[in-house]
């Protein structure tokens, strides 16, 4: 659906925040003078800014009812697919898109490629980004990273496009090429279970031409019925993979990563996802690798604050899973670490977290929050040195009591940040704080 289609049509906006706006200013930009309609779940702010020509916004209970008299609903992402409300107006044939699916509708020259993965997604399609300009290329990077996709410039040549598990749920519009980095059970509370997160996750491959996928995934996409035609594997042994230390093509040694933070163990996985898609586009996958020694690692993925008192402070409040955080107690295994752990609980199993920092004889974890309460409950019962606390000031006083001189201060919570914190930005400020950076 076009947003040329939408002229004088009734269109509710879920969602006031930064992709809200884009949506209303992407429909301005081509239908000037359109009524809009907003609709919010949150409080009205103190402060709230004007909105555009011919808008307003419903709050509280009578969003229901305007909802109901809608011509179509252009939702945020974080707005679930499987809220009564939208599941509603699907038994009622109202049409439920997103801002990705109009602009993935309007005409465009740039080849788009679509990134998407449980962890690993913005490393990647930053990445593969930076080393398109390397090469030259006319690239831009925009979606679920925090850029809007209607401000990629129209004149680029490849737009790379991060997309979320909930953008990927109700997708329809085409890509050239998909990548997948990774994938295990997360935003169960916005999916529902974790069959459902695959499935919605796995969407976006089945709007793609060509598939680029890790290794790891093979068997979930195809348990999904995803066609494997036009199929690329990385992390095996006939296709992009890493091997003591080098970077090889099948059984051509293609070089080694001079850059130590894309080195680290799950970043080599990244790398060998970025040289799948530029070997694809026909691009020197050696010279891609030549253009990756200067990239610098995005804040809140593993970034080393520094240290002070000879104590490291590693910011990792990205990792919103046990599995991110167990790649982060991978990099600092040798040195004693405390861990900060826990946050908004959406049900996950933390036994692989559990097990390895058992095994790892981690020095002490700190747990906030409601998840947090189950990882401490869960150690406590092993014998662990672990700690509650209610804030992070609180978290990070224990810490610095617990953490020898030599030693890392690791924030990799395994869980999002919400009820203590907006989002992991404002968790990993807040920890950056507390540690004086």
């Keep these: 659906m076009r947003v040329a289609e939408l002229k004088n049509k009734k269109i509710i906006i879920w969602g006031l925040g930064h992709e809200g706006k884009a949506v209303a200013g992407f429909i301005h930009k081509i239908l000037p003078g359109q009524p809009l309609v907003f609709v919010d779940e949150a409080e009205a702010p103190a402060n709230s800014p004007p909105l555009a020509e011919n808008s307003r916004i419903v709050r509280g209970e009578a969003i229901a009812s305007t909802l109901d008299d809608a011509d179509i609903v252009i939702k945020s992402p974080g707005v679930s697919l499987y809220h009564p409300l939208i599941r509603r107006l699907a038994k009622k044939n109202v049409p439920v898109t997103s801002l990705l699916n109009l602009w993935l509708a309007e005409p465009r020259a740039a080849k788009i490629i679509a990134v998407t993965g449980t962890k690993g997604k913005s490393t990647t399609s930053s990445l593969l980004t930076h080393v398109l300009k390397g090469l030259g290329k006319n690239a831009a990077l925009g979606g679920n990273i925090g850029v809007p996709v209607t401000e990629i410039p129209s004149d680029a040549a490849y737009a ?35 069959e459902t997160y695959f499935a919605d996750k796995l969407n976006l491959l089945t709007h793609a031409k060509t598939k680029i996928i890790n290794q790891a995934t093979l068997d979930e996409v195809r348990r999904h019925g995803i066609t494997t035609d036009h199929l690329l594997i990385f992390n095996q042994s006939d296709g992009f993979h890493a091997k003591d230390g080098k970077i090889f093509d099948g059984a051509q040694p293609i070089g080694s990563l001079k850059n130590a933070h894309l080195a680290r163990k799950h970043n080599l996985s990244n790398v060998c996802a970025v040289l799948t898609a530029i070997k694809f586009l026909g691009l ?12 610098q690692g995005l804040p809140h993925r593993q970034q080393e604050l520094g240290e002070k008192k000879g104590i490291l402070y590693v910011n990792d409040s990205i990792a919103t899973t046990p599995q991110a955080a167990i790649a982060a107690l991978d990099v600092y295994h040798d040195r004693a670490i405390t861990l900060i752990a826990g946050g908004f609980d959406r049900g996950v199993d933390y036994t692989p977290l559990i097990e390895r920092i058992v095994a790892d004889k981690i020095g002490a974890v700190i747990c906030l929050g409601p998840s947090g309460k189950r990882i401490h409950d869960a150690l406590k019962t092993r014998g662990a040195s672990v700690f509650i606390a209610a804030s992070m000031p609180e978290a990070m006083k224990i810490a610095r009591a ?5 030693g890392v201060i690791l924030l990799s919570p395994a869980a999002p940040s919400f009820g203590l914190f907006h989002d992991y930005a404002e968790r990993g400020k807040s920890f950056a704080a507390e540690a004086g950076f």
Excluded: R
Excluded at 284 to 295: S, V
Excluded at 402 to 406: A, F, I, R, S, Y
């Design 160 to 194: 790379v496009v991060e997309i979320s598990s909930y953008q990927a749920a109700n997708l329809e519009g085409a890509c050239d090429i998909a990548i997948l980095t990774s994938l295990f059970p997360e935003h169960l509370d916005w999916h529902g279970s974790a």
């Design 284 to 295: 020197d996958a050696n010279a891609a690798l030549q253009a990756m020694e200067n990239f």
């Design 402 to 406: 617990e953490t020898p001189k030599g």
